[in-house]
């Protein structure tokens, strides 16, 4: 069977929280995501966001799961010309960091990257990483 050439990208992503509450004080008032209308799934609680072209979904979990048998996390881009100050904007809005700045090269590009989580503890990567050109 020959693979499908139609996939052109991700259109959201979704994680796990276990307080809701705290997840939405964070994706709207410190990373200034959009609220989206979201359909009344049955069964358990969530979020929309959008973040640029793309959505981010949370699905409400009494408990989360043991998150330290690898290490999954997203990656939200930072354009390269506001990263320090996007970087110093959240340290004072008292995100928890990971650790600093890392420098790296991606596709013989120098990039930087950072982690954060957020309050129910997923691992976020901010990077100057653009995503690819549609």
């Known amino acids: 069977m020959a693979a499908v050439d139609?996939?052109?990208?991700?259109?959201?992503i979704n994680i796990l929280v276990d307080d809701l509450?705290?997840?939405h004080r964070f994706y709207i008032e410190t990373l200034g995501?959009?609220?989206?209308?979201?359909?009344?799934?049955?069964g358990f609680g969530?979020?929309?966001y959008r973040v640029g072209p793309l959505q981010l979904h949370l699905s409400?979990?009494?408990e989360m799961p043991d998150l330290k048998g690898g290490f999954p996390h997203l990656a939200f881009h930072i354009?390269?010309?506001?990263?320090e100050e996007t970087i110093d904007a959240l340290k004072s809005a008292g995100v928890e960091?990971?650790?600093?700045?890392?420098?790296?090269?991606?596709?013989?590009v120098p990039v930087r990257a950072i982690f954060c989580k957020d309050p129910s503890g997923n691992p976020i990567e901010?990077?100057?990483?653009p995503p690819f050109d549609a």
């Open 46 to 48: 969530g979020a929309w």
């Open 97 to 108: 960091f990971l650790g600093d700045v890392m420098g790296r090269e991606d596709f013989g």
């Open 79 to 83: 354009p390269g010309d506001r990263f």
């Open 21 to 23: 509450e705290a997840a």
């Open 126 to 129: 901010l990077t100057d990483v």
């Open 60 to 62: 409400v979990v009494e």
């Open 33 to 42: 995501f959009e609220v989206l209308p979201r359909p009344d799934f049955r």
């Open 6 to 12: 139609t996939i052109s990208g991700y259109t959201h």
